[in-house]
């Protein structure tokens, strides 16, 4: 059988930001974190260079796009059932306008309270919701940065006002504490792909809920 591959971040109408460079955000490279691999691809497998943030699904009004594009393509390719494609396109698209309002009430109260994360993939999540990212650190989870770059670090996390730092699964707690040892911020976790989620018919749910919380933990327990 002939297998047709499908990218929905072509799907018609997303919105699509450019990646964030200079300024606070740094530049991000999965080539400089061994063992690190997010399950998605990046223009010559680092994201360095410049062009569209990949992370599209973290903006609700795109997961339920592609939604849509999901159905017109199985549509498309098994005219039979499209009508059972359609609503159940319908259904989750309804099931993530629901979950987008819980979320909504869940971050109102941090909103204003700025944070940095350890990988800048939150933009389209921080767009929807009206977050204040202050900026972004580059850290390996398997190298121990040099006291130079720590002092670095906490400058600008102290800088940026930041009420939290979010780190990724693959870090080590330890590691986490140490980047934020003198600073006033909080340390925090976020998994922008569900990586430790099983996968079902939940993981898109369960995903941006775990994101709002651990947001939200960690953010109003700065204040």
């Known amino acids: 059988k002939t297998v047709r591959i499908v990218s929905l971040q072509d799907a018609p109408g997303l919105t699509l930001l450019d990646r964030r460079q200079g300024g606070t955000f740094e530049a991000h490279s999965d080539a ?44 498309a390719a098994n005219p ?9 396109a319908e259904a989750h698209s309804a099931t993530i306008a629901a979950l987008t309002a819980e979320l909504e009430t869940v971050l ?26 202050a900026g972004s650190i580059t850290v390996s989870p398997d190298v121990q940065p040099s006291a130079k770059r720590l002092t670095a670090i906490r400058k600008k996390i102290g800088q940026l006002g930041a009420t939290c730092v979010f780190a990724e699964p693959q870090f080590k707690s330890k590691l986490i504490d140490t980047v934020i040892e003198g600073t006033k911020a909080r340390p925090g976790t976020l998994d922008p792909e569900g990586g430790l989620i099983s996968a079902g018919a939940n993981l898109y749910s369960t995903l941006m809920r775990s994101l709002a919380s651990g947001l939200e933990d960690c953010l109003a327990r700065s204040s």
């Open 32 to 75: 400089t974190k061994p063992g690190h691999d997010h399950g998605h691809a990046h223009d010559n497998g680092d994201e360095q260079a410049g062009g569209v943030d990949p992370h599209v699904w973290l903006d609700p009004a795109n997961a339920q796009k592609m939604t849509k594009h999901i159905a017109t393509i199985l549509s």
């Open 80 to 88: 039979a059932d499209a009508a059972t494609y359609e609503a159940n």
């Open 108 to 133: 109102a109260p941090v909103k204003d309270r700025p944070f940095v994360v350890f990988h800048d993939a939150y933009q389209y999540f921080e767009r929807h919701f009206g977050l204040t990212a």
